[in-house]
C-alpha cells in the first residue's frame, strides 16, 4: 500500500492522459469555431475596418477629375457642425431608447405565455412564429398597404370601432412609432424564441420549493425566473441594440427619412451622404460614429448586465 500523500505509480500516467486527452477536445472545440470566427473576421470585422479606414479619405475635384485624398479626422470633426447629423443621431437614439427595452419586454410577455406544453400553445407558437418567416422587405410593403391614410386596413379598423383615422408613416409625429410597430411585429416573435429557451431551462424544483414557501407567482417570477434568464436576456438586449441601430430597410422602403426628417436615423443618412451625394468618404465617416456609438451602448449594456450585479 503506498503510504498517505504518495503517488502510486500509474496515478500519474492517468492524469498525463487525462491532461492530453482534455487538450485534444479543447483543439477539437478551436477547429470546430474556426469557420464561424473566419466567417466573423470576413464579413463583420474586416467591413468595419474597411468603413473606418475609408472615412479618413476624401475626394477632390479638379480639371483633370475627382481625387481622392488622405483628410484625416476631416470627415469626422465636418460632421460635428452639421445640423441634420446630429438629428439624425437624435432620431437614431431616440428609436434605439424606446425599441430596444420594448422589444424585450414584449418577447418576456410572450414567452411567459407561451410556455405551456398543451397542444393549443404549441398552436399558438406555430402562428406567432410566422412573422420570422416573412422578409423585412415584404413585411415593410405589407404595413404600407395596412398603414396607409386613405385605404388602409389599420383606419378601416378605427373607422369601425369610432375612432378618427389617423396619418401614420406620412405624420411627422407619428412616422417613428410606425416603423417601431413594423419593427416589432418583425422582432418580437423572432427574440420570443431565445427567451423561450430560457425559461425552459428554469428548473422546476427552484419554483416549487418557493411555492411550498409560501412565494406568490409574482414573487417567483421576480426572485427565482427573472434573475436566471439574466443570460438570454442580455443576449437578446445586445443583439437586438445591434440590429435596430443599423435599420435601414422601413426607412428607405416607406418613409425616405421623412417626414420632415422624422425617421433620418444615421444608417439612412449615411445611406444618402454615399450614394445621392456621393461623398462615400462622409457616409464612412458616418458608419464609423454609429458604430462607435454601438459599442459604447453594447458595453454599458453589457456592464449593466453582467453576472453578479444586481440589476433587479
Do not use: C
Amino acid at each position: 500500500m503506498a503510504a498517505p500523500g504518495s503517488t502510486s505509480p500509474g496515478g500519474g500516467s492517468h492524469r498525463t492522459k487525462r491532461r492530453r486527452l482534455f487538450q485534444g477536445d479543447e483543439r477539437a472545440a478551436y477547429l470546430f469555431l474556426l469557420p464561424a470566427a473566419l466567417g466573423l473576421a470576413l464579413f463583420r470585422v474586416y467591413p468595419m475596418l474597411e468603413a473606418v479606414g475609408g472615412s479618413l479619405y476624401g475626394q477632390v475635384f479638379s480639371a483633370s477629375g475627382p481625387h481622392t485624398l488622405f483628410v484625416g479626422l476631416g470627415n469626422i470633426t465636418a460632421l460635428l457642425g452639421n445640423a441634420v447629423f446630429w438629428h439624425s443621431l437624435w432620431v437614431t437614439l431616440e428609436l434605439n431608447l424606446v425599441l430596444n427595452p420594448m422589444q424585450v419586454v414584449l418577447a418576456l410577455a410572450l414567452a411567459l405565455m407561451v410556455q405551456g406544453r398543451s397542444r393549443a400553445m404549441a398552436a399558438y407558437r406555430v402562428l406567432l412564429l410566422v412573422p420570422i418567416g416573412v422578409s423585412l422587405p415584404v413585411a415593410t410593403i405589407l404595413w404600407r398597404l395596412m398603414l396607409d391614410p386613405n385605404s388602409g386596413f389599420v383606419n378601416a379598423l378605427l373607422a369601425f370601432v369610432g375612432l378618427p383615422p389617423q396619418p401614420f408613416y406620412t405624420s411627422a409625429s407619428q412616422a417613428l412609432w410606425s416603423i417601431m410597430l413594423i419593427a416589432n411585429w418583425k422582432g418580437v416573435s423572432y427574440w420570443m424564441v431565445f427567451v423561450l429557451a430560457g425559461l425552459q431551462g428554469v428548473p422546476g424544483q427552484l419554483l416549487e420549493a418557493a411555492a411550498i414557501d409560501g412565494a406568490t407567482a409574482v414573487q417567483r417570477f421576480w426572485h427565482v425566473t427573472l434573475p436566471l434568464l439574466r443570460r438570454p436576456l442580455a443576449f437578446v438586449l445586445v443583439a437586438d441594440t445591434v440590429i435596430n441601430f443599423v435599420m435601414f430597410v422601413p426607412m428607405y422602403l416607406l418613409t425616405r427619412g421623412g417626414p420632415s426628417g422624422a425617421t433620418n436615423v444615421l444608417m439612412y443618412q449615411a445611406y444618402k451622404v454615399g450614394f445621392a451625394f456621393g461623398d462615400m468618404g462622409g457616409a464612412l465617416a458616418i458608419v464609423s460614429v454609429l458604430l462607435a456609438v454601438i459599442l459604447v451602448v453594447v458595453a454599458l449594456q453589457l456592464r449593466l448586465l453582467e453576472p453578479g450585479r444586481e440589476s433587479w
